[in-house]
């Protein structure tokens, strides 16, 4: 049995709370490549020992259906990055967007007795009570996206920075055209209900205004081809003159390309957001109006898998003094560009 299911429930969960009290957020990778030898790291947490083949953990792995190109990219990553690791055993449960059929998996994954679940869920509050069993059971659960409403369901978070999303496209405009007070900006969000939306749309609105811009024409899609096609003809329609454009997602975004070649229009610089292979390739090739996508990571489930690992075998992230494995994790959200798009696309999913 590993060394993190010998831990008492009791103190694991205390461990949760003073660090959910600290506010311990780490941005960046997991990576337990040292930058250098002799590091200054605590205790056993020392990056030469973190990537040596230890003891076998069993992960039990369970998403949403791949019925998007950045879903269908979180699975394929979780998968390869289980396959570096000769010590990883990983259990996929198939995607499902029935939150009953999700429940069923994780209590599968108690049963058969798992170290670890890796859980993106459909439904972050549905799957609280089953998370919560599996913590009570002594499996720590990493959950990945879309958080549970309890702090004590899970022992880390991997997310996404959705506000941050949108501060990034925000400044990124600001610096195209926010030398022109008139400039007319417009957005085409994701699904209006959904808080990430919601976090993305705030976050562009408090980027844009520090340049003393505002969001001039906003419509909002569904995260497919065909929705984000009718919502983007239905801005160009109400909108004569844009100068800057920022939609939520890429996969959307194959729809609003082909809006904006349908119209003729060329007038304005577009920004995609999530970080799709098709996106990077037009920035690549040039002549489009989309000059930029922002990242959200489809490699948070990867990223899910390699702590688990790290804390089923009692093991931390090396690069950090602090011993052990924060309990929250946020990624960064970078924007690429014509000047940065090599060092992305390699890994980027497919729309």
């Known amino acids: 049995m590993s060394a993190a299911r010998q831990r008492p429930y009791r103190r694991l969960m205390s461990t949760a709370v003073a660090l959910a009290g600290a506010g311990v957020l780490v941005a960046g990778c997991t990576s337990n490549e040292p930058e250098s030898s002799g590091s200054d790291g605590g205790g056993d947490n020392v990056a030469s020992s973190n990537d040596e083949t230890g003891e076998t953990v069993r992960i039990g792995f369970s998403a949403p259906a791949a019925d998007h190109g950045w879903m269908a990219g979180i699975t394929e990553a979780a998968r390869d990055a289980a396959e570096e690791y000769e010590d990883i055993d990983l259990i996929v449960a198939e995607g499902t967007n029935d939150v009953s059929t999700q429940i069923s ?201 390699r702590l688990a690992r790290l804390i089923a075998q009692g093991k931390g992230l090396s690069d950090l003094v602090s011993q052990g494995v924060p309990r929250e994790i946020v990624l960064n959200a970078p924007v690429v560009t014509e000047e940065n798009v090599e060092d992305y696309i390699d890994r980027a999913f497919e729309s």
Request: proline residues 4%; aromatic residues 6%; contains cysteine.
């Open 105 to 305: 998996q994780v209590e599968t994954f108690i049963n058969e007795g798992v170290d670890a679940i890796v859980l993106l869920p459909f439904d972050g509050a549905a799957m609280t009570p089953v998370a919560l069993q599996a913590m009570e059971a002594g499996i720590p659960v990493i959950n990945v996206d879309r958080e549970f409403n309890s702090p004590f369901a899970a022992r880390a978070t991997i997310l996404g920075d959705n506000y941050g999303m949108g501060v990034s496209a925000g400044t990124y405009i600001c610096e195209q055209v926010g030398d022109n007070p008139d400039a007319v900006v417009a957005e085409i969000a994701g699904i209006d209900s959904l808080p990430l939306t919601q976090d993305r749309s705030q976050g562009f609105a408090d980027a844009l205004s520090d340049c003393g811009l505002d969001v001039d024409n906003r419509v909002a899609a569904d995260f497919t081809v065909e929705g984000g096609e009718e919502a983007a003809a239905n801005l160009l329609q109400a909108a004569p003159q844009i100068d800057a454009l920022w939609n939520h997602d890429d996969d959307q975004g194959v729809g609003v390309l082909a809006a904006i070649e349908n119209a003729g229009r060329d007038e304005f610089v577009m920004v995609g957001g999530a970080g799709s292979a098709n996106a990077m390739r037009e920035i690549q090739e040039g002549g489009s109006v989309l000059q930029a996508t922002v990242i959200y990571p489809h490699t948070q489930a990867a990223d899910g898998i």
